[in-house]
């Protein structure tokens, strides 16, 4: 009783919404990230119509998403929600200072100290263990915006343009933002508590009411123009997705005391079962913990989309897309066949976020050090080291597996299927396998855990890796990009080859 009292009253947020927590036996901090959530999606919807960009200048936008966004912090986390301005004005103001040349470096490295401070200072010295909506989840959105931003700043100021990529061209920034620019894209209403991150021209353009601009500058303006006479309703996705997050949060709720992860790691549990039963048991304990991810971040991605944000161009079908900054694929998550095509779907924002940031960037070890940067900005629990670790062999197998056994399996529909579907199951039990310390968090779990399997995936993995080649990173992009080249070559010859064909023809 008295552990339960500690619990409720642990929230340095509102405590107005105490009677609730009471009545749905959940901690306030819980119930208070909901409920303003559920505010936000109401508050999107206004702001879409009652200050929409037709009507309405980019600075009354830019202030009221900003003080939305900051009380709704300040409901649920109280006084600690006064990190968020002292680290977005603490970067701000060395982008200032340092200058284009050097304030990547300098915002990477004070965001992700700032961060880990926190961190690590409520993990030892507050609430060990305890899962609870705690301050440092917004602060770790804040940062990947706060060094995206500083990122794109030394790309659009400090870099030549041929030195760019086509993504780091689109999303290159020309203009220091002003304060409230800058405020806003880290602490507006809509993604303060739960994210997802975005680019700052996206963000700007949605601000101004031109959501595609950057994105259509050199290619088809076709649904740009479109957009500007006939502007997507965004209504459908927007209930279809809040559908999606409600019917998660149920089944987390249904099942997630069913299959405790923490058995896979019990005596007697593993003493009495065979191994095959151990292996379905892992695949379905880690399985019902990933509900709670799709509720939070599919109901983020809804507030965004009410507010007019995410709007992508249109399908095939002409139908308008509103996956911007989805976080998840839950289909292609649960179906995925490959580590990679896991990762791919499974927070996005972060992935993007990783790879722009480090990946593409990082001259020497490039997946090793996206790996080990996605950890540190994870948090200070070891068993999040131990994930990622793992995740480094596991990633490294998986690309020798696919680049040296994958075309065997190509050469027919029921070879391929076969392949598919071995694929799928090697990838749940190595994705359950690698997150275990994810969840458990602590090292002697983790590493019973995997001693109870005998460390098993990870030797393979590193045998896998040495055993089969892989093309260097730098030598399998010019391959790709040789690839590029001779489909474009050779769909231009026979672009020429039908137009002499129509002019014999004509004659």
Same mark, same amino acid.
């Given at each position: 009783?008295?552990?339960?009292?500690?619990?409720?009253?642990?929230?340095?947020?509102?405590?107005?919404?105490?009677?609730?927590?009471?009545?749905?036996?959940?901690?306030?901090?819980?119930?208070?990230?909901?409920?303003?959530?559920?505010?936000?999606?109401?508050?999107?919807?206004?702001f879409r119509l009652f200050?929409?960009?037709?009507?309405?200048?980019?600075?009354?936008?830019?202030?009221?998403?900003?003080?939305?966004?900051?009380?709704?912090a300040l409901f649920c986390?109280?006084?600690?929600?006064?990190?968020?301005?002292?680290?977005?004005?603490?970067?701000?103001?060395?982008?200032?200072?340092?200058?284009?040349?050097?304030?990547?470096?300098?915002?990477?490295?004070?965001?992700?100290?700032?961060?880990?401070?926190?961190?690590?200072?409520?993990?030892?010295?507050?609430?060990?263990?305890?899962?609870?909506?705690?301050?440092?989840?917004?602060?770790?959105?804040?940062?990947?915006?706060?060094?995206?931003?500083?990122?794109?700043?030394?790309?659009?100021?400090?870099?030549?343009?041929?030195?760019?990529?086509?993504?780091?061209?689109?999303?290159?920034?020309? +203009?220091?933002?002003?304060?409230?620019?800058?405020?806003?894209?880290?602490?507006?209403?809509?993604?303060?508590?739960?994210?997802?991150?975005?680019?700052?021209?996206?963000?700007?353009?949605?601000?101004?009411?031109?959501?595609? +601009?950057?994105?259509?500058?050199?290619?088809?303006?076709?649904?740009?123009?479109?957009?500007?006479?006939?502007?997507?309703?965004?209504?459908?996705?927007?209930?279809?997705?809040?559908?999606?997050?409600?019917?998660?949060?149920?089944?987390?709720?249904?099942?997630? @005391?069913?299959?405790?992860?923490?058995?896979?790691?019990?005596?007697?549990?593993?003493?009495?079962?065979?191994?095959?039963?151990?292996?379905?048991?892992? $695949?379905?304990?880690?399985?019902?913990?990933?509900?709670?991810? $799709?509720?939070?971040?599919?109901?983020a991605d809804a507030i965004?989309?009410?507010?007019?944000?995410?709007?992508?161009?249109?399908?095939?079908?002409?139908?308008?897309?509103? /996956?911007?900054?989805?976080?998840?694929?839950?289909?292609?998550?649960?179906?995925?066949?490959?580590?990679?095509?896991?990762? /791919?779907?499974?927070?996005?924002?972060?992935?993007?976020?990783?790879?722009?940031?480090? $990946?593409?960037?990082?001259?020497?070890?490039?997946?090793?050090?996206?790996?080990?940067?996605?950890?540190?900005?994870?948090?200070?629990?070891?068993?999040?080291?131990?994930?990622?670790?793992?995740?480094?062999?596991?990633?490294?197998?998986?690309?020798?597996?696919?680049?040296?056994?994958?075309?065997?399996?190509?050469?027919?529909?029921?070879? @391929?299927?076969?392949?598919?579907?071995?694929?799928?199951?090697?990838?749940?039990?190595?994705?359950?396998?690698?997150?275990?310390?994810?969840?458990?968090?602590?090292?002697?779990?983790?590493?019973?855990?995997?001693?109870?399997?005998?460390?098993?995936?990870?030797?393979?993995?590193?045998?896998?890796?040495?055993?089969?080649?892989?093309?260097?990173?730098?030598?399998?992009?010019?391959?790709?990009?040789?690839?590029?080249?001779?489909?474009?070559?050779?769909?231009?010859?026979?672009?020429?080859?039908?137009?002499?064909?129509?002019?014999?023809?004509?004659?």
């Amino acid at each position: 009783m008295v552990a339960e009292d500690s619990r409720s009253t642990a929230c340095t947020g509102s405590s107005l919404l105490q009677p609730v927590s009471e009545i749905t036996n959940l901690p306030l901090d819980q119930v208070n990230f909901v409920v303003c959530q559920l505010c936000a999606l109401l508050s999107a919807f206004s702001f879409r119509l009652f200050l929409h960009p037709s009507r309405t200048s980019p600075v009354i936008r830019h202030l009221v998403a900003t003080l939305l966004g900051l009380y709704f912090a300040l409901f649920c986390f109280g006084w600690y929600a006064l990190h968020f301005l002292l680290q977005s004005g603490l970067t701000y103001g060395i982008m200032i200072i340092t200058g284009v040349e050097h304030m990547h470096k300098y915002c990477l490295l004070v965001a992700l100290s700032y961060l880990s401070l926190c961190q690590i200072t409520r993990v030892y010295v507050f609430d060990y263990g305890m899962y609870s909506a705690d301050f440092t989840g917004p602060m770790m959105v804040i940062t990947q915006k706060i060094t995206s931003l500083a990122f794109e700043i030394h790309d659009g100021m400090a870099r030549k343009e041929e030195s760019l990529t086509p993504g780091q061209k689109m999303l290159a920034i020309r +203009r220091m933002p002003s304060l409230l620019e800058y405020f806003s894209y880290n602490c507006n209403f809509m993604g303060i508590l739960a994210g997802p991150t975005s680019s700052y021209n996206d963000y700007i353009a949605f601000i101004e009411g031109d959501p595609r +601009r950057h994105r259509d500058q050199g290619g088809d303006r076709k649904s740009s123009g479109r957009l500007r006479k006939n502007e997507p309703s965004p209504n459908t996705e927007v209930v279809r997705k809040v559908a999606s997050s409600f019917f998660c949060l149920l089944v987390f709720l249904s099942v997630c @005391k069913v299959f405790p992860v923490e058995r896979n790691i019990d005596d007697d549990f593993i003493a009495n079962t065979p191994f095959y039963a151990q292996v379905v048991y892992l $695949y379905l304990s880690m399985l019902t913990t990933r509900p709670k991810y $799709y509720f939070v971040w599919t109901l983020a991605d809804a507030i965004n989309n009410a507010a007019g944000f995410g709007f992508n161009g249109y399908d095939s079908d002409g139908s308008p897309r509103w /996956d911007l900054i989805s976080n998840l694929r839950i289909l292609n998550i649960e179906f995925a066949t490959s580590f990679k095509v896991f990762l /791919d779907n499974w927070n996005i924002q972060t992935a993007h976020w990783l790879k722009r940031v480090c $990946y593409e960037r990082c001259p020497y070890h490039p997946t090793a050090a996206t790996f080990i940067l996605s950890a540190m900005w994870h948090g200070a629990y070891p068993g999040y080291y131990l994930t990622f670790l793992t995740g480094i062999v596991i990633t490294l197998a998986a690309r020798a597996v696919r680049h040296n056994v994958r075309p065997h399996f190509l050469k027919s529909p029921t070879h @391929k299927r076969v392949y598919d579907v071995i694929t799928w199951a090697a990838t749940q039990i190595a994705i359950c396998y690698t997150v275990v310390p994810f969840v458990l968090l602590s090292v002697g779990p983790s590493i019973k855990f995997y001693r109870s399997w005998y460390f098993g995936l990870h030797i393979g993995c590193v045998l896998v890796a040495l055993a089969l080649p892989v093309k260097p990173r730098h030598l399998r992009l010019k391959e790709q990009q040789k690839i590029l080249l001779q489909e474009q070559v050779q769909h231009h010859q026979e672009a020429l080859d039908s137009n002499c064909s129509q002019k014999e023809k004509d004659t």
